[in-house]
């Protein structure tokens, strides 16, 4: 008889996580294709032919970025268009307060491990340096005031295809003067450089949000008269879940795909992760200890439950983020697991989460603060007490500013470089294997955002209550109206 127990206990969680089991052994599966394919033939790859082999999986990920903007903007309205003003404000609080909590707590963390083991203090080889491919002519300054501009973009449809960035216009060789104004230009100072506006492609998350936060709030403040609206994004939110679901069954077959092509197109795999031992063991290591010890220990405090078997519902969500590289893309699998999966209120998730995916990113930080340090003992600096602030300050900055799109912490972290005097053409030592410490950490930015969701939600569960019975009030007097109504015409008649 117990025996027949397990096996339907087995049998049922085996059902339940046929997905998420897939998707890990798409993974495995991946890396095993990679490396052996890598081994079959002595001539190194082209990346022609690792482009064939990652073709399906880049079909899946088009897939996913497809149903981003569908899925969340309208999401994310009829959320925050169906709760109570109050409420909407309290949510939105408690979940800024969370991500800039943990990504502090990530800065921290990190800083502290890459002091402590000095992954770096082995020295630089003067063949690892490539300035050429990875100098970029940007200032702190400026890609601060780019993600504000990126807040209220000047036209709605465009933020769906483009970003704005500030580039710098390098002046030659000799000092010259600025022609309008008189004032010097100076090729070794950038401050003193002209500038242009420039639009990069790439979908400008941060606006569409801040857009839909506000449509919204205009909604709910609307009442009634916004009510036909907020059913249309409700509408469309539904049937993009619809469509959502089908794709995230093609998990497995796309990242299996992705990671294989990844893998051919590394040069020496071995060699590579030789050379970055420390470095690879230390980001990890922060990682690990952030998504595994310090996350779960504040949902543990804040909900007064054990995280494992939430954490353990979002290996689906987990594997297709390691898959994809991309929060943005895996946002819809995350929805759909929270819902489903964690009991977590659609109002919640869907608030919480497209937020999160832009301005959440732990892994992201925690990472950049590693590799900042690292890169200044390769270098032989030691940074003083007001630079690791510095670098702490403008890594979690950064974090917020890159995008939930694959390798966008290599832009930020030219940025962390300069901010600090560290050579930013030193950002090609870590390349060769950021492709793969990018997947680690979009995993941990996306099990923040989970567990965030999951926290939220428990701490607003009073409010959503009372939101549930005044709307279940609400139905019962229109059903009472529209009854009272067929009586009084009965009666005239």
Not at 164 to 189: F, R
Request: hydrophobic letters at 50%.
């Amino acid at each position: 008889m117990n025996s027949k127990k397990v096996k339907n206990v087995v049998v049922k969680s085996l059902k339940e996580n046929v997905l998420t089991i897939a998707t890990l052994a798409g993974v495995i599966i991946g890396v095993i294709l990679g490396v052996g394919l890598k081994n079959s033939t002595d001539e190194p790859w082209s990346r022609r032919d690792a482009m064939y082999v990652s073709y399906i999986g880049k079909l899946f990920l088009n897939m996913l970025k497809c149903v981003i903007i569908p899925l969340i903007i309208p999401s994310l309205i009829a959320s925050i268009g169906s709760m109570d003003l109050s409420l909407s404000g309290k949510v939105g609080l408690r979940a800024v307060a969370y991500y800039m909590a943990t990504t502090v707590l990530a800065v921290i963390l990190g800083i502290i491990l890459v002091v402590s083991i000095r992954p770096g203090a082995g020295g630089i080889a003067e063949e690892d340096l490539q300035s050429e491919t990875t100098k970029r002519n940007i200032t702190t300054a400026d890609t601060l005031m780019d993600l504000l501009r990126n807040c209220f973009p000047p036209n709605i449809i465009q933020a769906t295809l483009q970003q704005h960035k500030t580039e710098l216009v390098y002046p030659g060789e000799n000092k010259t003067e600025d022609s309008a104004t008189g004032a010097t230009i100076d090729p070794e100072i950038k401050t003193t450089w002209m500038f242009k506006s420039a639009w990069s492609n790439g979908t400008n998350i941060l606006g569409l949000v801040i857009f839909s936060i506000v449509t919204g709030v205009a909604i709910a403040m609307c009442g009634e008269d916004g009510k036909p609206l907020l059913h249309f994004f409700q509408s469309v939110s539904i049937v993009m879940m619809k469509v959502t679901t089908w794709i995230i069954h093609l998990a497995p077959v796309g990242v299996c795909f992705l990671v294989a092509g990844q893998l051919l197109e590394m040069k020496d795999i071995g060699g590579e992760f030789l050379k970055l031992g420390w470095y690879f063991f230390t980001v990890l290591l922060g990682l690990f200890i952030h998504g595994f010890i310090v996350l779960p220990t504040l949902f543990t405090l804040a909900t007064r439950t054990l995280p494992f078997r939430f954490i353990a519902n979002m290996g689906n969500p987990l594997a297709t983020a390691f898959g994809t590289a991309s929060s943005s893309a895996t946002l819809p699998v995350t929805i759909n697991a929270l819902e489903e999966k964690n009991g977590v209120d659609p109002k919640i998730a869907r608030f919480v989460l497209p937020i999160g995916a832009t301005i959440n990113m732990d892994g992201t930080a925690l990472y950049e603060a590693v590799a900042a340090l690292f890169i200044a003992q390769m270098n032989g600096i030691n940074p003083n007490i007001g630079q690791i602030i510095a670098i702490s300050i403008t890594a979690t900055a950064a974090s917020i500013g890159a995008a939930g799109i694959p390798q966008a912490g290599l832009v930020t972290m030219v940025m962390v470089l300069d901010t600090v005097g560290l050579p930013s053409e030193s950002v090609s030592l870590i390349l060769s294997i950021d492709w793969l410490l990018d997947r680690f950490r979009t995993a941990i930015n996306v099990l923040g955002d989970s567990l965030g969701a999951g926290i939220v939600n428990h701490l607003s569960k009073g409010e959503l209550e009372e939101l549930e019975r005044g709307e279940e009030l609400n139905l019962e007097m229109i059903k009472g109206t529209k009854e009272n109504g067929k009586v009084n015409e009965a009666m005239e008649n």
